[in-house]
Structures are given as C-alpha cells and as structure tokens.
C-alpha cells in the first residue's frame, strides 16, 4: 500500500511539473519570462511538500506470518 501511495505521489508530482512547464513554454512564448520563474518556483514547492510528506510518513508495520 506505502509502495503504491509513494509512486502515486511521484506520478502525480511528474505530472504537475509536466503541466507547469507546458505552461512557462506557453508564457516564453509570449515573451513574458516571469512565467517561467513562477512555474519553477510552484514545481519546486510541489517537490517539497512530495519530499517532506515522504520524509515524515510512519515507516511500513512489520507482518509476522
């Protein structure tokens, strides 16, 4: 269960900053390069929360058979 929660937070974390860049290339695109600095700054605090969040999870219980 831990193993899939962890690789739906990392999907969902690729797919965020996936999102974030299309997003700062749509701005550049625009010629506006502040867009790009906050979708970096927003990936970046997406990291971190992902990180902290796994940083601090309770460990996996043992099972005794």
């Given amino acids: 269960m831990r193993l ?5 937070a990392r999907v969902k974390y690729y797919a965020n900053t996936q999102a974030m860049l299309k ?16 979708s970096l700054f927003f990936a970046g605090v997406i990291g971190a ?3 902290l969040g796994n940083k ?6 043992k099972v005794e058979y």
């Fill in 23 to 38: 997003e700062g290339e749509k701005l550049m695109d625009e010629k506006n390069n502040g867009g790009v600095i906050v």
């Fill in 4 to 8: 899939s929660l962890l690789r739906l």
């Fill in 56 to 61: 601090h999870a309770e460990p996996p219980k």
């Fill in 49 to 51: 929360i992902v990180y």
